[in-house]
């Protein structure tokens, strides 16, 4: 009987941690059913390219920052308040973000804090995609890391170039919008 060769999952870690910490989070998007996994490749005119702006990395990480230090500076850590202080710095974020006007992109934002004293956190992220339906070359993401005596923050947002919604939002504004 031939050797079978195991699979690996795309999660899997190649060196694993030997401390794992308190917690651990998986997180895996997928589409709902196969329509939405099998969209046709819509063409991208370059003349709409020029018009709008990419997702730029400097602008966004100065945006993060700001709000780094209007939420951070000067707060002790709370584990109670840990939730809610990263809800309010991940709305911050979208909302400083949203005002850059990518509409061709899909802003994930993230937010991780905890306080310095527990084991060291290790954070990974991995996306896959269908080269037919996003641009590879256009995703792009931004970290920002704030450190101070008592805790840490890890905030990261993932602009998804996505012209295929783009194009279904703006071809049927109806979904979207009332017309009154």
């Not at 905030?155 to 170039?161: D, E, L, N, R, S």
Request: aromatic residues 10%; glycine residues 4%.
């Amino acid at each position: 009987m031939g050797s079978r060769s195991r699979r690996t999952s795309l999660f899997a870690l190649e060196n694993p941690v030997l401390d794992h910490g308190i917690a651990v989070v998986c997180h895996a998007d997928h589409p709902k059913n196969e329509h939405f996994g099998h969209t046709k490749l819509m063409n991208i005119q370059e003349d709409d390219l020029q018009e709008e702006s990419l997702f730029n990395d400097d602008i966004v990480r100065h945006l993060m920052r700001e709000v780094f230090e209007y939420r951070l500076n000067g707060i002790e850590y709370r584990k109670k308040e840990g939730e809610e202080l990263c809800k309010h710095i991940i709305t911050d974020i979208q909302k400083k973000i949203a005002v850059l006007d990518y509409k061709r992109y899909k802003i994930i934002c993230t937010c991780v804090l905890s306080a310095i004293d527990k084991p060291p956190l290790w954070l990974e992220s991995r996306s896959t995609w269908n080269g037919e339906l996003t641009s590879a070359d256009k995703d792009r993401f931004v970290e920002l890391v704030f450190k101070n005596k008592e805790f840490y923050a890890i905030a990261t947002v993932f602009g998804m170039y996505n012209d295929k919604d783009f194009r279904r939002r703006t071809q049927r504004e109806t979904l979207f919008c009332k017309n009154y």
